[in-house]
């Protein structure tokens, strides 16, 4: 219903009563306590259960180290861009790799006060809720007028099927939160305070690459896309703004430049820099299908099809499903004229044909036909990618098309007539991330534009239309007294059919080996001098799940171990290809084999030798195997390397000092 005249200001804007206010910050705090609850509940599965992992388990046991290590920074005042706590005796760059700083300062209080468990499920909901709630606020801020729009539109943008897949195991691409106020600031309405919006950018960028750097090149690439699409959309609102934008975007270089070119120098050329990937990008492509499919974190979800469209659980990032998809295609061409719902498209579309890869594949086959991925081979950073994580960049888009959707229909009249909504505008106008639009007008990446309706307080008008009170008019029509009902339920409807599939179920987990009680406890201390290192068994240096890790993690980097699950040189000093884990010692492939074929290997004097070169390396003093699910093969074959070990508090111990000397 339309506002009452004494919420309105002269200028046709609500004024702020407090009234008013009191209700608008109910709603808000319902929506965000509405996401929190949201991204707890899919977290339930691991509260208060130390012997459950999230299904990608090597993955969380690397971000709860992650977490540890940045607590130590900070009450240890080490370097956190390098740790010498994993692959002694040459350390780990973490600049390098995910170490995701930007989560890990912040919560360490919960690290240390809770454990790197707590500290990480912390972090998941504090990515989806906090992704959610960037998003919500934007939308309302900017681009809808409606509360119950911009909530389901950031509903989309933090609990997508992509976004909960990422959050079981890849912090770095869940924790999307700072991406709205990015946008913000790059495509703020206003030409003033170029410099302190600039330094703003720059802050907020420089704060997303230790969060994530990916997720800052899929951003930069899609506002790209974007920024072009719009323009040649409304080239009059591209020519007043842009200089502006340049100039945000300069300041924010230089601030965001200057506070990365130590740490990035780090990453590239600092000890223990890589290049490449360890893995082959490329092949880590969607199906086509799987847009149109459900994934396995949904209600309709199952185990078997996704794994046939999806390189893995964790990069289920679109499975849309066909109601999304046909929704979002009848709201680009509903509202084609808006300058911004084509800028969406285009990027959406863009980002969609990326995830396909090389080579487009529909339901597990191959089509033989190129994917435009092809054209990014051999651009520098985009290359290293992972294809299939382009469509994250659709899950925004759909959600803003959503919420945009919703905003209009709420604002329909039964015959299609009126609107009656105290908010942004409606018709073809040009609105991006900021202001309102209607019927062509040319409100690029800011204000409100009319095709000659006439706008009363603060509504307006589009098609020669009359919006009164505070509404905005449409079509052509007169305003009506009350709400469309019939259109908002039948648009209501059509979402609500198209988003209930896709709501999302707890993450799945895994058991897990507990951190045996020697090490957990500290009986380690014993055999371990300073200098020396603990040995987990076997020592990890692929892409397997890797003890090192976690019985790091777990026990607060208390402890200098070889191995590790990382990212880092292959080990020749004139090859710095990228390399899973800590360059392979012969002794460590030869108890992987025990471990991952459950057999005993024949051993001889020389690879007696080679152990013992090998835990000289390592600076060994103590090997330590705790559950395996080969351990009696493990076992088995360190005896006969070492000398027989014994049992000492749930784990097989072997005190390899006196061989080593």
């Given at each position: 219903?339309?506002?009452?005249?004494?919420?309105?200001?002269?200028?046709?804007?609500?004024?702020?009563?407090?009234?008013?206010?009191?209700?608008?910050?109910?709603?808000?705090?319902?929506?965000?306590?509405?996401y929190l609850g949201l991204a707890v509940l899919l977290t339930s599965r691991q509260w208060g259960r130390p012997d459950r992992l999230f299904h990608q388990d090597n993955d969380q046991m690397l971000f709860e180290w992650m977490l540890a290590r940045a607590a130590r920074a900070v009450t240890?005042?080490?370097?956190?861009?390098?740790?010498?706590?994993?692959?002694?005796?040459?350390?780990?760059?973490?600049?390098?790799?995910?170490?995701?700083?930007?989560?890990?300062?912040p919560l360490?209080?919960?690290?240390?006060?809770?454990?790197?468990?707590?500290?990480?499920?912390?972090?998941?909901?504090?990515?989806?809720?906090?992704?959610?709630?960037?998003?919500?606020?934007?939308?309302?801020?900017?681009?809808?007028?409606?509360?119950?729009a911009a909530a389901v539109g950031g509903l989309v943008c933090g609990f997508a099927p992509g976004m909960v897949a990422q959050a079981g195991a890849h912090l770095h691409m869940a924790a999307q939160f700072l991406v709205p106020p990015i946008l913000a600031l790059v495509f703020r309405p206003g030409?003033?305070?170029?410099?302190?919006?600039?330094?703003?950018?720059?802050?907020?960028?420089?704060?997303?690459?230790?969060?994530?750097?990916?997720?800052?090149?899929?951003?930069?690439?899609?506002?790209?896309v974007f920024a072009v699409a719009y323009a040649l959309a409304d080239r009059a609102a591209a020519r007043r703004l842009a200089p502006a934008l340049l100039g945000r975007l300069g300041v924010g270089a230089l601030v965001a430049g200057a506070l990365l070119?130590?740490?990035?120098?780090?990453?590239?050329?600092?000890?223990?820099?890589?290049?490449?990937?360890?893995?082959?990008?490329?092949?880590?492509?969607?199906?086509?299908?799987?847009?149109?499919?459900?994934?396995?974190?949904?209600?309709?979800?199952?185990?078997?099809?996704?794994?046939?469209?999806?390189?893995?659980?964790?990069?289920?990032?679109?499975?849309?499903?066909?109601?999304?998809?046909?929704?979002?295609?009848?709201?680009?061409?509903?509202?084609?004229?808006?300058?911004?719902?084509r800028a969406l498209a285009a990027v959406g579309l863009l980002a969609a044909l990326f995830s396909l890869g090389d080579t487009v594949r529909v339901d597990g086959a191959s089509t033989g036909l190129p994917g435009p991925y092809r054209l990014l081979a051999g651009v520098p950073l985009l290359d290293l990618v992972v294809p299939a994580r382009f469509a994250l960049i659709c899950v925004p888009v759909?959600?803003?098309?959503?919420?945009?959707?919703?905003?209009?229909?709420?604002?329909?009249?039964?015959?299609?007539?009126?609107?009656?909504?105290?908010?942004?505008?409606?018709g073809g106008g040009a609105t991006a991330l900021s202001g309102t639009g209607s019927e062509g007008g040319a409100a690029a990446l800011s204000g409100t534009g009319s095709e000659g309706g006439t706008a009363a307080s603060s509504g307006t008008g589009s098609g020669g239309g009359t919006a009164a009170s505070s509404g905005t008019g449409s079509g052509g029509g007169a305003t009506a007294d009350r709400p469309g009902v019939p259109v908002r339920l039948l648009w209501g409807g059509a979402v609500a059919a198209a988003l209930l599939p896709l709501a999302p179920t707890p993450i799945r987990t895994?058991?897990?080996?507990?951190?045996?009680?020697?090490?957990?406890?500290?009986?380690?201390?014993a055999y371990v001098p300073a200098g020396r290192t603990l040995v987990p068994v076997p020592p990890v240096t692929g892409a397997g799940?890797?003890?090192?890790?976690?019985?790091?993690?777990?026990?607060?980097?208390?402890?200098?171990?070889?191995?590790?699950?990382?990212?880092?040189?292959?080990?020749?000093?004139?090859?710095?290809?990228?390399?899973?884990?800590?360059?392979?010692?012969?002794?460590?492939?030869?108890?992987?084999?025990?471990?991952?074929?459950?057999?005993?290997?024949?051993?001889?004097?020389?690879?007696?030798?080679?152990?013992?070169?090998?835990?000289?390396?390592?600076?060994?003093a103590v090997l330590v195997q705790g559950g395996l699910h080969q351990g009696e093969a493990v076992r088995r074959t360190v005896d006969a390397l070492v000398g027989p070990g014994r049992e000492v508090d749930g784990a097989w111990v072997w005190d390899v000092r006196p061989l080593v000397g």
């Amino acid at each position: 219903m339309a506002a009452p005249a004494a919420d309105l200001a002269p200028g046709g804007r609500r004024q702020p009563g407090p009234v008013r206010t009191r209700r608008v910050r109910s709603v808000d705090a319902a929506v965000v306590a509405g996401y929190l609850g949201l991204a707890v509940l899919l977290t339930s599965r691991q509260w208060g259960r130390p012997d459950r992992l999230f299904h990608q388990d090597n993955d969380q046991m690397l971000f709860e180290w992650m977490l540890a290590r940045a607590a130590r920074a900070v009450t240890a005042g080490e370097n956190p861009l390098h740790s010498a706590a994993l692959n002694a005796p040459d350390g780990v760059n973490l600049m390098a790799n995910t170490s995701v700083l930007g989560l890990g300062v912040p919560l360490a209080p919960v690290t240390l006060l809770f454990g790197t468990q707590a500290a990480f499920l912390v972090a998941v909901v504090v990515s989806l809720a906090g992704t959610a709630t960037a998003w919500y606020v934007l939308l309302a801020r900017r681009l809808v007028g409606s509360r119950v729009a911009a909530a389901v539109g950031g509903l989309v943008c933090g609990f997508a099927p992509g976004m909960v897949a990422q959050a079981g195991a890849h912090l770095h691409m869940a924790a999307q939160f700072l991406v709205p106020p990015i946008l913000a600031l790059v495509f703020r309405p206003g030409t003033d305070r170029v410099r302190r919006h600039g330094v703003a950018l720059g802050l907020l960028v420089a704060y997303q690459v230790f969060v994530g750097e990916e997720l800052l090149v899929f951003l930069a690439l899609a506002a790209g896309v974007f920024a072009v699409a719009y323009a040649l959309a409304d080239r009059a609102a591209a020519r007043r703004l842009a200089p502006a934008l340049l100039g945000r975007l300069g300041v924010g270089a230089l601030v965001a430049g200057a506070l990365l070119a130590y740490p990035l120098w780090f990453q590239f050329l600092g000890p223990q820099h890589y290049r490449g990937m360890p893995f082959h990008a490329r092949g880590f492509q969607l199906d086509a299908a799987s847009f149109t499919a459900s994934a396995r974190q949904t209600v309709l979800g199952d185990g078997y099809l996704p794994g046939l469209l999806s390189p893995n659980p964790t990069e289920e990032n679109s499975f849309f499903g066909p109601g999304l998809l046909v929704l979002a295609v009848v709201v680009v061409v509903w509202l084609w004229r808006r300058p911004l719902v084509r800028a969406l498209a285009a990027v959406g579309l863009l980002a969609a044909l990326f995830s396909l890869g090389d080579t487009v594949r529909v339901d597990g086959a191959s089509t033989g036909l190129p994917g435009p991925y092809r054209l990014l081979a051999g651009v520098p950073l985009l290359d290293l990618v992972v294809p299939a994580r382009f469509a994250l960049i659709c899950v925004p888009v759909l959600g803003v098309l959503v919420a945009l959707s919703l905003d209009r229909a709420l604002a329909l009249a039964p015959a299609g007539g009126g609107a009656v909504s105290a908010g942004p505008g409606s018709g073809g106008g040009a609105t991006a991330l900021s202001g309102t639009g209607s019927e062509g007008g040319a409100a690029a990446l800011s204000g409100t534009g009319s095709e000659g309706g006439t706008a009363a307080s603060s509504g307006t008008g589009s098609g020669g239309g009359t919006a009164a009170s505070s509404g905005t008019g449409s079509g052509g029509g007169a305003t009506a007294d009350r709400p469309g009902v019939p259109v908002r339920l039948l648009w209501g409807g059509a979402v609500a059919a198209a988003l209930l599939p896709l709501a999302p179920t707890p993450i799945r987990t895994v058991p897990t080996w507990p951190v045996p009680a020697f090490v957990a406890d500290g009986g380690w201390r014993a055999y371990v001098p300073a200098g020396r290192t603990l040995v987990p068994v076997p020592p990890v240096t692929g892409a397997g799940v890797s003890p090192a890790t976690f019985w790091s993690a777990r026990t607060g980097l208390a402890f200098t171990a070889p191995g590790g699950y990382f990212i880092g040189p292959s080990g020749d000093a004139d090859d710095p290809t990228a390399h899973w884990g800590a360059p392979d010692r012969p002794t460590a492939a030869l108890l992987r084999r025990a471990a991952e074929t459950g057999e005993v290997p024949v051993v001889t004097d020389a690879d007696r030798r080679q152990a013992v070169a090998d835990l000289r390396h390592w600076r060994a003093a103590v090997l330590v195997q705790g559950g395996l699910h080969q351990g009696e093969a493990v076992r088995r074959t360190v005896d006969a390397l070492v000398g027989p070990g014994r049992e000492v508090d749930g784990a097989w111990v072997w005190d390899v000092r006196p061989l080593v000397g």
